[in-house]
């Protein structure tokens, strides 16, 4: 494969870049290899490597979704070392664009492009595919993004989501909420819906308990919920998913997204047999009056693991982006 007809797309995290080609009008990855960033200086020589495992001498363009800002034509990117500059490396490589996008916008962006059965059906619907779809992912932090449907596509919605604040709901989550503002002050949802943050919730409910945290690490606290090794582990788990339902049925509120919602990200991939039987229904739902309009929302989680390259590949043609 050398000519122009393909284009370079890449989903860039803090310890991995996986690149793929796309053909022209497809977004379909091909050729998708996962490099270690730390293996490379930078960008450039890991785009070389790539084309050259693949057996590519050059293509037209490329969109790359990145796990940092995006700001003009410098990226910096957030948890590895590499450092760039667009139209250099556009110039460098003689492509005709270059995007670079925000990596949970690429994630909204490829949710459309999912194959249904990489789709798991958690609750609700029909729904109504004229609404907006909400795009959500608790992983290193707490993604939210969403989907705004127009003629013959999408308008992906960068936002901050998962800062907004920790809204406690009963005396337990008050307490919570204690303890976790006495250690960071301002609590938001992320402080909770993220890796760390579920370690964070697993010492908050040992606090509460007067019982030790035994386990250093959302890791460990995940494979013992889901193992039934550990109470305040499942509990803390559990607890885990009844606010990320809160919060998901908060978002279905503010965006209007009665298109469905859509929860990617690392985690619940790992967790889906305990995720479908926690109390996240309860909490999405727990909307008084506007419940039925929760009961109605479709619910799914993404298990597609290259999203983001469906994302990417989307964004090159998308004008919107």
Not at 82 to 107: C, L, P, Y
Not at 125 to 147: A, Y
Request: contains cysteine; proline residues 6%.
């Amino acid at each position: 494969m050398t000519d122009k007809l393909y284009s370079l797309v890449g989903d860039i995290g803090g310890t991995n870049a996986r690149f793929a080609l796309v053909a022209q009008g497809d977004v379909r990855p091909r050729e998708i290899e996962v490099l270690a960033c730390r293996d490379y200086e930078n960008l450039d020589c890991a785009v070389v490597d790539y084309l050259q495992r693949v057996g590519v001498e050059e293509v037209g363009q490329a969109c790359l979704a990145v796990a940092s800002p995006v700001r003009g034509t410098q990226v910096r990117m957030t948890n590895n070392h590499w450092r760039f500059d667009t139209e250099e490396i556009r110039r460098q490589f003689s492509w005709s664009a270059f995007k670079v996008i925000n990596d949970f916008t690429a994630m909204a962006l490829g949710v459309p492009h999912v194959p249904e059965a990489n789709l798991v059906h958690v609750c609700g619907g029909p729904g109504d595919p004229r609404r907006p779809r909400l795009v959500m992912g608790p992983g290193t932090g707490l993604g939210v993004s969403g989907l705004v449907p127009i003629n013959n596509g999408w308008v992906p919605l960068m936002t901050e989501g998962g800062h907004v604040d920790y809204a406690p709901t009963d005396d337990l989550e008050m307490d919570v909420l204690r303890i976790l503002r006495a250690r960071f002050g301002r609590v938001s949802v992320e402080r909770i819906l993220c890796g760390q943050g579920l370690l964070n919730l697993y010492q908050a409910h040992a606090e509460i308990r007067g019982v030790p945290a035994a386990l250093d690490s959302p890791e460990k606290i995940t494979a013992a919920a889901v193992a039934n090794e550990d109470a305040l582990a499942r509990e803390s788990l559990r607890h885990f998913c009844e606010i990320l339902g809160r919060v998901a049925g908060n978002g279905v509120l503010t965006l209007g997204s009665l298109g469905g919602v859509y929860l990617c990200g690392g985690i619940l991939p790992r967790i889906l047999e305990f995720f479908l039987e926690s109390p996240f229904r309860n909490g999405f739902e727990d909307k008084g009056r506007m419940r039925p309009l929760l009961e109605s929302t479709p619910v799914y989680v993404v298990t597609e693991p290259y999203t983001g390259l469906l994302g990417a590949a989307e964004a090159l043609s998308n004008p919107e982006v």
